[in-house]
């Protein structure tokens, strides 16, 4: 079938001739017969029909396909897959003709011609419609190569809507909503799907969904939903400002929480929309549902987080039913990414410090959050705490200390049996430094851990009394962010009191697979090499390695998996042994899997300062951007290359996420930019070269000379030539070996009349001025007023 699509592109077809074989006739010359293989029952019967109604090729294959993927359907509807499978051979063959019989939604629904673009002769576009009850009906896919991969085609409209301004930011939440790995390729024409068999489904099922709102409204159904779908019911006063500007912010909240939002027409009962109300004595306002799909944990942030925002838009809204009737909007899901023992908890906040539970830009409520693992948000002045019954007791009990911290003082039952609490002793005298203005220095730590950190007693609280000895600090947290909390409260602490730390410390090395920690104690200038400048070297280690890396005085503090404490002290070791050798590494990476090495030949031995920079500044960016740790060091063999050590792979096409990929395509184009530059210049060299070789064969005389065809023939030639005595011409002389002045028509030259000619400045920029004009008096009136001066201070000359 593929084959005699290709041979009826851009052709008509004559099944005059035997039914196995097709003939074609072009605009300039008959082509031969093309025998076709032996064909089959669904064939002889397709050219038999074909004989009583002609038409154009393009109608006939599309007719045929239509009729063929009927005949499949009805005999084995397990066939579907074969269909689609002849369709993206055929779109593979055509460029777009065999896109047709991709599945069976497009037979019934035919193709329609589309525009051409770069690689395609011919593209064959289809709807993007939805069946008759509303939802989105399945697209069509090419077979993959992979069996966990599943490819998806669009025509050029749907593609430019997949894609829109945020350059396919909506392939990415669908990645992260579904747990697969989604690619756009061929200008956006495919999308590649790789995951299990219920993501691919569910990726293919979202995708619908996008694609389905270019024909509002969306409708959906029990049948769309698969126990990943929670709904919330908005206010229409209030949709645009949920909405936000172009949808700004629906936008945000699904790249927060990785989820897909979007309203919808839902007619189903298996889902309870979350709704409130506008109060006693108000009518109720006509509501638009809210659709949102993703995991259960994913799902219940941006409901709370919606619901916040019309909470806000219309105060009361949602947290009235709280306040009354005890209303979580938390309906039982038996989803099967619900975690055990899930359910929601609620306290009410007075007014007056609601601001302070908040923190400027919701940081305190992120920062307990991601202390206690629950999600919190507040409705109004109540907080909403949703997890699993250890997170929700964590997250109470967090929010209530913290709250403590304005009245008095805190105190903590027995803090040494809670397995998520840390105890740092603090220096009485220096509470302050490490508290910081307004609790600043304290805040920056528990923010870029994701911690709570409180002093126990009246030490550290606003109001308090001067700090006793040695104060106890308090940091609540999932172990590996406690642990990077205590490095660095225990640097701050070594910075301000020498030796009150390191005194205590020595060597401390494990085997364990889990979180731990691994000292070693090193010199100031291996500290000050490792550092970097703000400690730039520092943070690419450990960005690169997954790892905790700091430097307590000068104990090297590694925490983390042994796995990553492996990476972190090889990468430690390999920097250190270049500082040893003058600048110079060898790593062997054989056998590893956290490096991509680039070989470094050609541009004319200057690769390595290309892909280095000045001063290395390009070898730091790239590191800084992306999260590794990038290297040139030599091989086993002796040959220098580029290695970039990370343990996260990255993506070849996302700019947000760093990795190896992306750190490789950003070299590679630095390396393709100046294999440019080197070949211009290698252009550029070769002609000069030329140039100076043949000015030496005319200066050795062997063209210029006296001799026949050579100098003197030239000068003999111009100097006989009628150029001289022409009245206008270029003046006296022999030629071009003799200064020449001007002179017009008629008049003496400029030497002769007692005055040089005119060489000023503005006269040389133009060549209009250095060209004699006629004395013309009408020329003088249509110039403007200082140019009509310069004109007749020049006696009609310029």
Known sequence: LAQDIHLAQGSDIDLNSAPGSVAMAGEARARPKVRARKPTEEALAGARWAQQKPCSAAELVRERLMALCTQIEQKDPTAASASAGVGSAGHEEMSGVGEVAGARHRAGSGASSSGSGPGHRRRRGRSAGSRRDGSVSSRSEAEPADPDTTTMSFIPAEAAFITGKN?????KIIARATGAETKLRNYNRFLDITGDFKARERAKKYIGFVLAQMKWPVRMSDEDIDKDCSMVQIPDVSVGFVTGTNGSH???????????????EYTGSSVCPSSGSMGRGVAPCRTETLAIFGPKRARRGAQLSMMQVVDEKLPGYFSDATRSKGELYDPPDDSDDAPSGWGTLTMEVREAIMPYAQGKNASTRKKLMQASGAIVQFLGNIAFMSGTAEQRSRAQEYLTWLLQTLDGPVWVDTPEARSDCTIVDVPGPIVGFVTGKARESLSRHEEEWGVLAIFIGHCGQRGGPPPEAVVKLLIFGPERSRKGCEIDVLCAIEFKAKGFVTDHMTELYSEADGCAEERRIMNEVEISYALGIKGATRKKLASASGAILNFVGTVCCIAGTGEERQRCKDYLGWLLAKLDNDGHATIDTTGRTDVTEIRLHGLNNKAIGVVTGKGG????????VTGTWCIVAKDACGQERLCIFSHNKGSWNSEEDGGRRRAERLFRAVLKEAKRFTDWENRRS?????????SRDWNQGRAWSSQPGGYG???????????KDQRGGW?????????QEYRAPGKAPWSARGRPPSRSRS??????RSVPWRRHRSRSRSLPRKYQQRYERGAGRW
């Open 713 to 723: 023939s030239w000068e003999q030639g111009w100097s006989s030539s009628g150029w």
């Open 250 to 264: 629906l936008r945000r909240l699904e790249e927060e929480w990785g989820v897909l939002m979007l309203f919808a």
């Open 617 to 624: 500044n390009t070898l730091q960016g790239v590191s800084s």
């Open 763 to 768: 006269d040389s920029r133009s060549l209009s």
């Open 167 to 171: 350059q396919a930011s909506v392939t």
């Open 731 to 739: 003046g006296k002389g022999n030629g071009w070996g003799q200064k």
């Open 686 to 694: 070769h002609s000069s070269d030329w140039k100076q070789r043949g």
